[in-house]
């Protein structure tokens, strides 16, 4: 099976995942927060999207002396999934 892709497109996804990788090493470093509030969520990414995310089940709240944290490294996937469509 072969698959057709343009130059920009390419260049597009490797930088994606370039972007990825090293903000899962700056997680694990300890350089960068694996976590965020719900507050922080919505407003980095959209109140509306977090919901929709979290209503169809593609991200999991962490409750946490009553506050909710949302796992930043999913919230930055699906946003850069959003965007490729």
């Known amino acids: 099976m072969t698959y057709e892709i343009s130059e920009d497109r390419l260049a597009s996804l490797l930088e ?13 470093m300890g350089l960068k927060k694996s976590q ?5 969520a919505f407003r980095r990414f ?3 999207r977090v919901m929709r995310w979290r209503r ?4 999991k709240p962490n409750k ?5 944290y949302y796992d930043l490294n999913d ?7 959003n965007e490729l469509y």
């Open 46 to 48: 959209g109140e509306t």
């Open 16 to 28: 994606k995942a370039t972007e990825a990788g090293a903000k899962k090493v700056l997680v694990e």
């Open 56 to 59: 169809e089940g593609k991200i």
């Open 36 to 40: 965020v509030s719900q507050r922080e």
């Open 64 to 68: 946490s002396v009553g506050k909710i």
């Open 75 to 81: 919230l930055e996937r699906l946003k850069s999934i």
